[in-house]
Each structure stands twice: as C-alpha cells, then as structure tokens.
C-alpha cells in the first residue's frame, strides 16, 4: 500500500514535469480539429475514427457552412451526405452515426447537445473519445482525451501499464492534476506526431526522455 502510493505520487510529479516541458516545446497546443460550437466538435469527432484531423477540417470547411444544427443533420438525405464526407473513408457508417446520435439529440436535448459523459456516450456513434473531447474542448470540463498519441505515449513514458484505453485513462486520471488534464492530453498528442512518432520515436531529440521508461530501456 505505502509502495503504490509512493508511486503513485511519484508519477504524478513526473507528470507535473512533463506538462511543465511540453508547454514550452508547443505554447500553441490545443484541439487540430476546427469548430466552432460543440456540434461541430461532435460531428468532427465522430469523422475523425481512422482519419487525419486535416482531412476532417478539409471536408467540414464545406459541410458546417451547409449543415447548420442537430435538426438539419437529422433531415439529411443519407446518399448526400455520404457523398460530402466520402473522403473521410467508412462513409455510410460515419453519415448514418451522424443522422442517428443527431436525431437523438433533437428528440432527447431539444437540439443541444449534452453535456455530461453520459449523455454524450449514450448519442449513437459517439464513444468515450468523442465525448471526452467534446467534454473538453466544446465545454471546458476537464478531461483525458483518449487518442492514439496519448495512449501510446502513457505507456512508452511508463504513466500506465495497461493496454485498455478506458484502463489507461482510469490511471491517468489518478495522476493528472485535474486542471491540466485537457491541456496535458493536448500536449501528449502534439509531442506523439512530433517526436514520439509511432514507429520510430527520436528519443535523442526528446525534450522529457529523462522522463521515459522507454528511453531508460534502450
Ligand atoms: S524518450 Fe522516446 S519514447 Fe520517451 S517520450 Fe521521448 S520520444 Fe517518446
């Protein structure tokens, strides 16, 4: 017990570095994908599931000047709308999502969208990850944002030692001073397309590798 606390406390004054560097590294990291209110946030969310968040902002520069509310996503027509997001790939599932978590938000919320975990992850098509994001970014509630970067990264810097998302979040969320949590996911996913590439990290250029299990490692 005085040993898991011991590095529990441990982790989290690592933690408390590693933001400290990486907001120098990157003062502008924040949401990469473009909104303007949190259905915007939400309908690039759900685009976002295997795509880039270029691609995304690419194909919602033209879809949120057309689509306005919940309302008008709900009346779409499927075929159009699946021609406008095409680009994004898994198109029908994605346009179908669209029509279905916007229909539940017209019928349920009245048009707006929710804003608890609950309500959002309870929106057809809409995952922990969306809603954390939307949580977020849209309603300034803090929050792990559970992309690719930030798992990756937890477990190659040793914050975590599981390989669930939902378990990773659970440890980081014991660790992450609440106030930084947003900024601190942010932060992570900047350094991950950076630095701590996927394949191959350069760990020789990494600002926190004095920080890192991995790079303690190799
Ligand atoms: S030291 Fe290497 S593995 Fe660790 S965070 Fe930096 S780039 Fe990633």
């Given amino acids: 017990m005085i040993l898991d606390e011991f590095l529990m406390r441990s982790k989290s004054d690592r933690v408390k570095k590693i933001i400290a560097i990486l907001k120098e590294e990157y003062p502008d990291a924040g949401p ?3 909104f303007s209110n949190p259905l915007e946030l939400l309908i690039a969310g759900i685009l976002a ?10 194909v919602t520069e033209t879809l949120f000047r057309k689509y306005r509310t919940a309302n008008d996503y709900a009346n779409a027509d499927l075929d159009e709308l ?11 599932r994605k346009a179908e999502a669209i029509k279905e978590c916007c229909k539940a938000i017209v019928v349920e919320y009245k048009g707006d969208v929710p804003n608890t975990m609950e309500e959002l ?10 809603a954390n994001m939307v949580l977020a970014d849209a309603f300034g509630v803090p929050g ?14 040793g914050l975590s ?7 990773i979040e ?10 930084d949590m947003t900024i601190f996911s942010h932060l992570l996913a900047f350094h991950g397309r950076k630095i701590c590439l996927a394949r191959k990290p350069k760990c020789d ?8 299990d991995y790079y303690k490692q190799v």
């Fill in 32 to 34: 990469r994908l473009r």
């Fill in 49 to 58: 599931a295997q795509c880039t968040d270029d691609k995304v902002n690419e």
């Fill in 82 to 92: 699946m021609n406008e997001i095409y680009s994004t790939g898994t198109f029908r």
């Fill in 121 to 130: 992850v309870s929106l057809p098509g809409v995952g922990r990850k969306t």
């Fill in 144 to 157: 792990i944002i559970m992309d690719t970067h930030v798992i990756r990264l937890s477990q190659r810097i």
């Fill in 161 to 167: 030692d599981k390989k669930m998302p939902d378990k």
């Fill in 170 to 179: 659970k440890d980081l969320l014991e660790i992450v001073p609440k106030k």
């Fill in 205 to 212: 250029h990494c600002k926190i590798n004095e920080l890192c």
